[in-house]
């Protein structure tokens, strides 16, 4: 959930040759095919589609016609059909890096995990510069594979040995792996050469374990201060500065610099609390008629985590992936993925619809979860799914998949919210984050939803306390692994040294032994008193 430097449409091509891509075709095509490449690359789908259509009328079957056509179906999410120009073209160009590469995403986004994967490798076979090496590094990451991202970001260091973005790839890979003092370190590289990078200071801040010398940490004032940055690395060093501050004891500055980074977020993010709240009300009242599910044992086999960011949520999956029955999948995207394709289908949205559905159509969104989800219990019966924000959906998801069970966290609110204000998030997430009014109303809203889902599914739907937990890990892992219906497992208490990738802001923490001593607000005093009467106040 937290800030990642992964943006796999950041480079145009993979291919450093591209009119070679051309031979064969009349000068018109070519013409027409170039003006598809550079309305692509100006992000005008509306210009790429046109002239790939009119370039297929002439050479419908050309590989390069194919190649770009897949690209316009993909940027449109129409993924069925840019799979098949795809088949197309690689049945007569199967070496096709850019080909290989776009196969793999438009595999994954259709649960064909075995091709996306067959697709990325292939393609990492024939990467030949800093340019495909990183933009495969990305797509392995965004996929899951975190360890041959890891080495594809090597591959791109051992190019080009001074290429800032690879260093910083490869110290997130290392992250995820859990490797922290050799991302730590990667990111200290960086920042030797350049003092400066909002991008290397964050990252070694957001690991949440790493703690800055008094030279560095006069570095790092220097360098947020330095003017003329634009917002989304200001937004970075800032918040850096800010967690560096209250690692060092010096809660006033951390307080006032967590409010200049959030102040920048905020500016770069909409979020309309009442606009959210109505549509919790709504929510609420779809679902408080009985809804007549799918089959009672469908969902058997997943476990979805909810609640706020920072509340726990990453602390639980790691302990149930500990059990030797259960793959951790992290946050997967396919319970918003399905309802919002049915309300497309439906041509209203969700949740207006849901007075409508038939047993029978949430059997068929439940089947649609699964298989979009498959991939993560190959090796495991069953999976978690830890996307916080589910906790909306979760009567969708009672209904879809009536054996499944849903465990949400609840932390004490002020150290939830506080967490939350003191973490950039991706800029199409966690939108309510950037100041007290909105991250409080967000609470009341998920803590009101979420006693309701418990009062309807209490069976199914487990409040689960971060503190009870912390204060007594061994009733409560028992607890939550009854609820589960799971035998006690020794390892779930070991749970720390559980080996899997973790991409959440919690990655290093969860591969620490418990802590009982988390609580960082008591120290701020006053100055968190806005925000405490914000939480005390009637959601």
């Known amino acids: ?23 064969g075709l009349s000068p018109v095509v070519r013409g027409q095919l170039r003006d598809a490449a550079n309305a692509l690359a100006a992000g005008d789908i509306n210009a790429a589609e046109l002239a790939v259509f009119a370039a297929r009328i002439s050479a419908p079957d050309h590989p390069e016609a194919l190649r770009l056509a897949a690209a316009v179906l993909l940027r449109q999410q129409r993924m069925a059909e840019a799979a098949e120009c795809l088949r197309k073209g690689l049945a007569q160009l199967p070496d096709d890096i850019e080909m290989l590469f776009n196969q793999a995403i438009a595999s994954n986004e259709l649960a064909d995990h075995d091709t996306a994967l067959t697709s990325l490798r292939r393609a990492a076979s024939f990467a030949a510069d800093v340019n495909a090496w990183m933009k495969l590094s990305q797509e392995f990451d965004r996929q899951g594979y975190q360890e041959e991202a890891l080495a594809c970001a090597n591959k791109a260091l051992q190019k080009s ?23 730590s370190a990667q990111f200290r590289a960086v920042l030797a050469r350049d003092p400066d990078s909002a991008a290397a ?51 006033e500055d951390a307080f006032q610099t967590f409010a200049r980074a959030n102040q920048v977020a905020r500016g770069q993010r909409n979020w309309d609390s009442r606009q959210f709240s109505a549509q919790v009300d709504a929510v609420q009242s779809s679902f408080a008629e009985k809804i007549t599910p799918a089959a009672a044992s469908q969902g058997n086999e997943v476990i979805f985590v909810v609640g706020l960011p920072r509340s726990g949520t990453t602390l639980i999956e790691q302990v149930l992936a500990a059990h030797p029955q259960v793959e951790g999948a992290s946050e997967l995207p396919y319970l918003y993925r399905v309802i919002g394709d049915e309300s497309a289908r439906r041509k209203r949205p969700f949740p207006e619809w849901v007075a409508d559905a038939q047993p029978d159509d949430w059997q068929r ?3 649609r979860y699964l298989h979009l989800s498959a991939r993560w219990r ?31 966290l609840h932390r ?4 939830t919210c506080w967490s939350c204000y003191k973490q950039l998030f991706g800029k199409d997430m966690v939108g309510f984050a950037y100041d007290f009014p909105s991250i409080a109303a967000y609470w009341h809203d998920y803590s009101r939803l979420a006693q309701f889902w418990a009062q309807q599914h209490a069976q199914k739907f487990r409040i689960q306390s971060y503190e009870e937990f ?19 497992d020794p390892a779930c208490l070991r749970f720390h040294e559980t080996s899997r990738s973790v991409r959440t802001a919690s990655a290093a923490q969860v591969r620490q032994p418990l802590r009982k001593d988390t609580a960082r607000t008591a120290a701020y005093g006053s100055l968190l008193d806005p925000l405490r009467s914000l939480l005390a106040a009637k959601g």
């Open 1 to 23: 959930m937290t800030y990642r430097n992964a943006d796999r449409n950041k480079h145009s091509s993979l291919d450093s040759r591209p009119d070679s891509r051309l031979r």
């Open 161 to 183: 040995p001074s290429d800032v973005s690879a260093a910083l790839q490869r110290g997130r890979c290392l992250h995820a792996l859990g490797d922290t003092a050799e991302a």
């Open 201 to 251: 200071w964050f990252s070694l801040l957001d690991q949440k374990i790493a703690r800055l010398d008094p030279t560095e940490l006069e570095a790092l004032v220097s360098a947020e201060a330095r003017p003329g940055r634009c917002a989304d690395d200001q937004a970075l060093v800032s918040f850096a500065l800010g967690k560096a501050f209250e690692d060092a004891g010096r809660r």
């Open 365 to 367: 969104l439940g089947a």
């Open 378 to 408: 190959t090796a495991k019966p069953i999976a978690t799914d830890k996307l916080p924000g589910n906790w909306l959906l979760a009567g969708a998801a009672m209904a879809m998949l009536p054996g499944a069970r849903i465990v949400a």
């Open 412 to 415: 004490d609110p002020i150290e």
């Open 470 to 488: 912390v204060a007594d890990p061994i009733g409560q892992t028992h607890a939550l692994l009854d609820f589960c219906g799971l035998a006690f």
